[in-house]
T-cell receptor
Framework: EPEVTQTPSHQVTQMGQEVILRCVPI?????FYWYRQILGQKVEFLVS????????KSEIFDDQFSVERPDGSNFTLKIRSTKLEDSAMYFC????????????FGPGTRLTVL | DAKTTQPTSMDCAEGRAANLPCNHS???????VYWYRQIHSQGPQYIIH???NNETNEMASLIITEDRKSSTLILPHATLRDTAVYYC?????????????FGTGTRLQVTL
C-alpha cells in the first residue's frame, strides 16, 4: 500500500539554524499538508499546498516557514531560523484530490531545537 | 467546523468491543463526522467517516444518532495494537484542500 514518507525521522539543530524537512507524498496525490504536534499537545495545521501554491495557512505559519515542491515527488518544509518553540513532531500529509477527502499522514519528523 | 466533545480516556479489555463516543451537538447539515487515530506519536491514521447513515469498514463501525448530535466509533474486537488516541472531527466535505482540526481526543488503552 502506498505511504507518505518523511526524512529525517529525527533532526537536531541549534537555535537560529535553518532546517528543511522532507516529505514524499503518495504518488498521484495533488494536495499536500504540513501539521505539527508539540509534545503533549494537539496536532496543529500549518499549511496546505495545491498546484504549486499555498491554499491555506495557519497563524503559526509565519515568514519563518516556507514550503516547496522542488520536483515531482518531494514536498519540503523549511524553517529559516529555528526557535526553541519550533521543537515538535512535524507531519506531512497528502490527499489525491478526489474521493473521500481523506488525508494520509507520514510517520513524522521529530525536530529538536537546542 | 463544529466543535466535538470526547472523553479524555477509556479502557477496554482485549477482544472486547471498544465504543468511543463523540458529542457534536452543533453539527451542521453538510458536516461529516470523521475519525482518525494516532498511535504513540505516529502520524494520524484515517479510520472512517459518515454523514448520517451508519458506516462500516474493515477497521471499525460508525454509528451516528438520528439527530446527528452524537456518534460512536466501534472497534468490534479491540487488540493491544488499537491502543491509541482517537480523534472525532466534524468537517465540511469541500472537495478542496481543507485542513483537519484536531482536538484532544480519547486515549484508548486496551489491556490484557
Amino acid at each position: 500500500e502506498p505511504e507518505v514518507t518523511q526524512t529525517p525521522s529525527h533532526q537536531v539543530t541549534q537555535m537560529g539554524q535553518e532546517v528543511i524537512l522532507r516529505c514524499v507524498p503518495i504518488s498521484n496525490h495533488l494536495y499536500f499538508y504540513w501539521y505539527r504536534q508539540i509534545l503533549g499537545q494537539k496536532v496543529e495545521f500549518l499549511v496546505s499546498f495545491y498546484n504549486n501554491e499555498i491554499s491555506e495557512k495557519s497563524e503559526i505559519f509565519d515568514d519563518q516557514f516556507s514550503v516547496e515542491r522542488p520536483d515531482g515527488s518531494n514536498f519540503t518544509l523549511k524553517i529559516r531560523s529555528t526557535k526553541l518553540e519550533d521543537s515538535a513532531m512535524y507531519f506531512c500529509a497528502s490527499w489525491p484530490g478526489t474521493g473521500t477527502d481523506t488525508q494520509y499522514f507520514g510517520p513524522g519528523t521529530r525536530l529538536t531545537v537546542l | 467546523d463544529a466543535k466535538t466533545t470526547q472523553p479524555t480516556s477509556m479502557d477496554c479489555a482485549e477482544g472486547r468491543a471498544a465504543n468511543l463516543p463523540c458529542n457534536h451537538s452543533t453539527i451542521s447539515g453538510n458536516e461529516y463526522v470523521y475519525w482518525y487515530r494516532q498511535i504513540h506519536s505516529q502520524g494520524p491514521q484515517y479510520i472512517i467517516h459518515g454523514l448520517k447513515n451508519n458506516e462500516t469498514n474493515e477497521m471499525a463501525s460508525l454509528i451516528i444518532t438520528e439527530d446527528r448530535k452524537s456518534s460512536t466509533l466501534i472497534l468490534p474486537h479491540a487488540t493491544l495494537r488499537d491502543t491509541a488516541v482517537y480523534y472525532c472531527i466534524v468537517r465540511v466535505l469541500t472537495g478542496t484542500a481543507s485542513k483537519l482540526t484536531f482536538g484532544t481526543g480519547t486515549r484508548l488503552q486496551v489491556t490484557l
